[in-house]
């Protein structure tokens, strides 16, 4: 009834966001995978191998929203399981990011999770993830990893701006959730340096270009055959 077709796919931690903020690897969880198998269901079980998330790497509670036309956020901290010195509130407030774009409050926390494949076919997709929130929601994004290599955040907009929106990430709870178009065989490794020079092609591309077009095929005609 269903494709039993079963994909490669990795997962690395971005070189680009660890230098950024210097924390260790070891802080940043596993990506794991949904267990569907004990579900009486064929649909459910499908979906066994294509669904994975990611728990929070920190206790952080976030508050965003508008003031006088301008975005704000504001953050608490958990001193129980993290050590609060300047550099942590340096890290912290360098991956949170704001914007206010077309009447727009988005938040992202960003992550260094980034996926790694030589099957052309294959996509990802961000969704929802189960954590506390209040007043925003989650907005979902999709890539096809063979050609276009970065890292995926847990980005959020506010539904109400007359009112703050609330983020609470919690070490137990995903704050990303991973949807794949076909079954993966999912694991993690260090990148390489083909993997590395790849990444290089495309790396803050958004910031000094806005059609990307050109650049896509810049980038996918520079490509290795395999990466992995």
Known sequence: MFSKEISDCSYILFPDILKRTKLPKGVYNNIEKFNFKNFNCPSVNNANDKVFFVNSFINLEVEFGLKNDEPYYNYFLDSKTSVINDNFHKIVKDMLQVSYLNKIINIQLLSPYAFVTDDKDLQVTTTSPNMK????????????????????????????????????????????????????????????????????????????????????????SRRPKNLL
């Open 133 to 220: 929130n209040e007043n925003c929601y989650y907005v979902s994004g999709s890539i096809k990893p063979y050609s276009w290599i970065r890292n995926l955040n847990s980005a959020w907009t506010l539904i109400n701006k007359n009112k703050p929106g609330k983020l609470y990430f919690n070490l137990n709870d995903a704050f990303l959730n991973f949807v794949f178009n076909k079954n993966v065989n999912l694991n993690y490794i260090e990148p390489n340096q083909k993997i590395i020079n790849y990444i290089n092609q495309n790396l803050h591309v958004v910031a000094y270009r806005k059609n990307l077009n050109k650049i896509y095929k810049n980038v996918l």
